[in-house]
T-cell receptor, first 114, second 114 residues
Framework: DTAVSQTPKYLVTQMGNDKSIKCEQN?????MYWYKQDSKKFLKIMFS???????INETVPNRFSPKSPDKAHLNLHINSLELGDSAVYFC?????????????FGPGTRLTVT | GQQVMQIPQYQHVQEGEDFTTYCNSS?????IQWYKQRPGGHPVFLIQ?????EVKKQKRLTFQFGEAKKNSSLHITATQTTDVGTYFC??????????????FGQGTILTVHP
């Protein structure tokens, strides 16, 4: 009974390629997030959706485009991959979009750009 | 923008020793959350503190929220090898519409030697 799942778990690709990461949550949560964790384990929010509506859009290159087809799914598409995009990408969800909700993280997708 | 700093960055202890990590925010927080990430794993929610001066305990873990709601600490008594991992504090900035945006500290990586 995986609460927040991501595919793929590992992604190795070359510079310039386009790739997508998919995320699904079965918790019935309204809000979903994408985080990037770099090699120093720094965890930074990228995007957040609440009921399919984009509510947080941090300073992220426009090569990154999130899409939420429904409130249980949040995908991340990355165009023209660069070496600096190598990181672990975590999807997360929370019951609501307010400040008091705990976040449930997926297992992560380790992206390696060569 | 809001900054959340954690110290120390690394902590090596012998099993049975105590451990403390400190978290400081540049702005007042509406609440503070703590997460634990095991090596190779994903962040897992531990606890949330909301009130000024609040102290909560979970078995050997004691969490405190500062009176000014700008700092927090996590103390582990008599560490065990199962405590190994990275401990993150995270908080939304008080006031405004942060839409659940959590700013994470850079984490404290705890190593426990048996």
């Amino acid at each position: 009974d995986t609460a927040v799942s991501q595919t793929p778990k590992y992604l190795v690709t070359q510079m310039g390629n386009d790739k997508s990461i998919k995320c699904e949550q079965n918790l019935g949560h309204d809000t979903m997030y994408w985080y990037k964790q770099d090699s120093k384990k720094f965890l930074k929010i990228m995007f957040s959706y609440n009921n399919k509506e984009l509510i947080i859009n941090e300073t992220v290159p426009n090569r990154f485009s999130p899409k939420s087809p429904d409130k249980a799914h949040l995908n991340l598409h990355i165009n023209s991959l660069e070496l600096g995009d190598s990181a672990v990408y975590f999807c997360a969800s929370s019951q609501g979009s307010g400040t008091g909700y705990e976040q449930y993280f997926g297992p992560g997708t380790r992206l390696t750009v060569t | 923008g809001q900054q959340v700093m954690q110290i120390p960055q690394y902590q090596h202890v012998q099993e049975g020793e105590d451990f403390t990590t400190y978290c400081n925010s540049s702005t007042t927080l509406s609440n503070i959350q703590w997460y634990k990430q095991r090596p190779g794993g994903h962040p897992v929610f531990l606890i949330q503190l909301v009130k000024s001066g609040e102290v909560k305990k979970q078995k050997r873990l004691t969490f405190q929220f500062g009176e000014a709601k700008k700092n927090s600490s996590l103390h582990i008594t008599a560490t065990q090898t199962t405590d190994v991992g990275t401990y993150f504090c995270a908080g939304p900035e008080a006031g405004g519409t942060s839409y659940g945006k959590l700013t994470f500290g850079q984490g404290t990586i705890l190593t426990v030697h048996p």
